[in-house]
């Protein structure tokens, strides 16, 4: 029986059951906009309800034509009947709601960094703000921490640049091989003027980014502390020397990473190729690619693609690509919802 044969009944028996309800809190950005297109195809989920603050009132076609959705912005009122949250709301929005939202029984994928760092002190200085020191979720990269998402009721999702840093990085860390030290990392990394939001703002209209590229929050990025997190270290106490450049360019969606890496000991091509493969054999979102990866390879998808070079000293070059609306938002946000409830990770996203 073919696997496409196998799916299709999948499928069949996922429609025949009762969903379970879901909302988004957020839902008139670019990553809520995105994350409604995917749940709306999801078999096992009946999407309820569309939060949103200023577009309220409004038809979700009057934003997003290609949705082809009848159903207007809601304003939240703090309550909802659906089984599962979304929120994909501004920096220290999820942080006054998910807790009720928790007490209350229900399913929660959080896309903001509100309840991504254990440090308050780090969460404080690159978010700003006040964080009480118990508001930390589940950390949601389910090639990292599947079992855990998958006995977890809420989940904050990983930020789009540490998403393609990390699982550009994590064999290195987490594979286990012996004889792998790393020493420092350089990781210069462009993101599409969507990373920014749907907001206007002047310095990302067509006149300032056509035909520009420049980089920003140099050295402060917020996602810094949550890669050094993920990768066992801090930013307060790190194990090895870390830099972060982020860019953005004019192109639409799409993070694209350079990874430099010095190692502190002499390994071999064939050693480093076979603990990726090793790392990554059942992740089915990550792929490991022969030749350099490029952006427009993973656009519109919830992959990860990984290439592996190498420097003429010896120094190891890791480039990712993800869609940054998709695998950096709303499509991990469906894979860690699927895990959660015991699906296939991959439904409604292949």
């Keep these: 029986m073919g ?3 196998v799916n299709v009944r999948i499928m069949n028996n996922m429609q025949q059951q009762k969903k379970l309800t879901a909302s988004i809190i957020g839902a008139s950005g670019y990553s809520g906009a995105e994350l409604a297109g995917l749940l709306m195809k999801h078999p ?6 569309l939060y949103a603050h200023t577009q ?9 034509p290609a ?3 009848d159903r207007v912005f809601q304003s939240w009122n703090g309550h909802t009947d659906s089984d599962i949250c979304f929120l994909a709301l501004p920096h220290g929005e999820a942080l006054q709601i998910v807790p009720g939202l928790i007490a209350s029984g229900k399913k929660v994928v959080d896309l903001s960094g509100d309840f991504r760092l254990t440090r308050v002190a780090e969460h404080e200085i690159f978010y700003g703000g006040t964080k009480p020191v118990d508001a930390f979720l589940q950390y949601g990269m389910p090639e990292l921490y599947s079992e855990a998402i998958a006995s977890s009721s809420a989940i904050s999702n990983p930020g789009c640049y540490a998403t393609s840093i ?3 990085l994590a064999p290195l860390f987490m594979g286990g091989a012996e004889g792998v030290a790393v020493e420092s990392v350089n990781v210069t990394a462009v993101s599409g003027v969507s990373g920014a939001g749907r907001s206007s703002k002047t310095e990302l209209s067509f006149s300032e980014m056509s035909g520009n590229v420049r980089a920003y929050k140099v050295g402060m990025h917020q996602h ?3 890669i050094m997190q993920a990768l066992g270290s801090s930013v307060e106490n790190p194990g090895f020397r870390f830099v972060f450049t982020p860019m953005i360019a004019p192109y639409v969606r799409g993070i694209y990473a350079v990874i430099n890496v010095q190692l502190g000991t002499s390994v071999s091509k064939a050693t480093i190729r076979d603990l990726y493969r090793e790392f990554y054999a059942a992740a089915p979102f990550v792929r490991l690619r022969e030749s350099v990866t490029e952006v427009r390879h993973v656009a519109h998808t919830n992959f990860c693609d990984i290439s592996i070079a ?4 010896g120094s190891l070059v890791i480039v990712t690509a993800i869609d940054n609306l998709v695998k950096g938002a709303a499509g991990q946000a469906v894979q860690n919802m699927n895990l959660m409830l015991g699906l296939d990770e991959t439904t409604a996203l292949v």
């Excluded at 096992?44 to 309800?49: G, H, Q, R, V, Y």
């Excluded at 309220?56 to 997003?64: D, K, M, P, T």
């Design 3 to 5: 696997t496409r044969t």
């Design 44 to 49: 096992a989920i009946e999407l309820e309800t």
């Design 56 to 64: 309220a009132g409004r038809h979700v076609s009057e934003l997003y």
């Design 67 to 69: 949705l082809s959705c």
């Design 166 to 168: 990390i699982l550009g």
């Design 224 to 226: 810094t502390p949550e």
């Design 310 to 313: 190498w420097q003429i000293d």
